[in-house]
């Protein structure tokens, strides 16, 4: 039986580097999906609100009932793709999530539409994971796994930038429906190109090694801070709500390092985030992905609500970032792999830094040309090196067996890193400012750019300090086992 597996799976094995390109295509189109949808809707929400009857607070909930159902359920689907099956998990997860966006695009109400986002964090939390783990068990040959995670982080940058552009456009051309809608003919091409080049899954499913204790406590202590923190604009940092749920989280993230430690098949290996590459790389996706998501959210607030830009304007002027984080993820790729990551992760911190702090200065009466394209260009050039970094610095020398569990790892700090920047970002630009509204809101996206600065320049000391030395990291990514081509 095992013989007729692998041969299955062998038959659908890309064959040659045209098959893996294609394979890593498919890949980053399907994480190219998940992004879209977390970027896109930024620009759409006025439409949004006025076509479901969203007021209020309760807007927050058209991004928040997607990324916190998202970002809570990561770490179990990257395990479940170790012990289900990868390509049964991204076909599934695919599936979910395409159907998601239909009831999405078609929903009636605000309840309907907020259930459907949710359904679309599951089918994301499925498919993402699993998505990087066939990627890593793929191309295992040293240079050609930096050249996939650098294409995987450059989706996860530029990507970004690219929803914002096709939101925009999408949204004034045809209506804000057709951001969900465009997912469907999307996710069936991806869905036909992965049956034939992503292997067959050689394993049966193996329930009995899944950490549902685990994977429960860890759901619900993610979930609980997660929603905290993207309440506490509305309700208050130091109220009751933000304080109690915010605490419980917290306290349950500290009771799940206490299971895993003392269970058979953890979800999640607590020592591998003893290793520098690992712990330090998840540390610095947590502030990577703050600052990646602030720039876009208080770009955006800029020029719609201070400038008075139109949706597809503000997409347009997004183009320009979406550059400057390719080039930056080409020139961290091929400087990583001489120098390892903590170098060029302190420079990349450095830069996105740099480019923050010039966007801190633009006020009511500036212009897109003069106050924020020359700090997009610095800060993406910066962030596009610190991403495909920080996915190298987690995923090297993972073996095959837990290749699902750190990819989890590592979408779950995007996530987690991204919420926590638009909470307290949010809070710092709509509480910061006095005076007149475009002059109050430009104050406080001018402070909240400034403290964006501050948390990359922090970040760039604590990556020297933390990540591993470029003589301890380089053997791990030069001698990984080369890939077998079938």
Partial sequence: MTTNLHAAGAAHRPAGRSGLKQLLLVLCLAQLMVILDITAVNVALPDMARGLGITGGDLGWTITSYSLIFGSL???????????????????????????????????????????????????????????????????????????????????????????????????????????????????????AARSLIPADELHPRLSGLDLPGAALATVSLGAVVFALSQAADVGWSSMQTLTVGGAGLAGLLCFVAVELRTRHPLLRIERLADRGVGGGFAMMLAAAAALFGTFLLTSLYLQNVLGTGPLETGLAFLPLAVALAVG????????????????????????ALGLLMLSGADVHGSYFSDVLPGMLVAGLGLGMVLVCVSVSVMTGAKDEETGMLSGLNTTGHEIGGSIGIAVLATIAAGSGVGDAPA????????????ASGIAAIASIIALIVLPAAATFLPKLRLAPRVAVH
Wanted: glycine residues 16%; charged residues 10%.
């Fill in 74 to 192: 990561l770490l179990l689907g990257g395990r479940a793709a170790d012990l289900l099956g990868r390509r049964r998990m991204f076909l599934a997860g695919l599936a979910v999530f395409v159907l998601a966006s239909v009831a999405a695009a078609t929903a009636g109400g605000a309840t309907t539409f907020f259930a459907a986002r949710a359904a679309q964090g599951l089918g994301a939390a499925m498919l993402s994971p699993a998505a990087l783990s066939i990627l890593m068990n793929t191309f295992k040959d040293g240079h050609q796994r930096a050249h996939a995670l650098a294409a995987w982080g450059a989706v996860g940058g530029a990507g970004a930038a690219i929803g914002v552009l096709l939101g925009g456009a999408l949204t004034e051309l045809i209506g804000w429906q057709a951001i969900f809608l465009i997912n469907v003919p999307i996710g069936l091409a991806v869905a036909v």
């Fill in 329 to 352: 993820v080409h020139a961290g790729s091929h400087v990583l792999g001489h120098a390892g990551v903590r170098v060029p992760m302190a420079t990349g911190f450095a830069l996105s």
């Fill in 440 to 451: 109050a809101l430009a104050q406080g996206i001018g402070d909240a750019f400034l403290a």
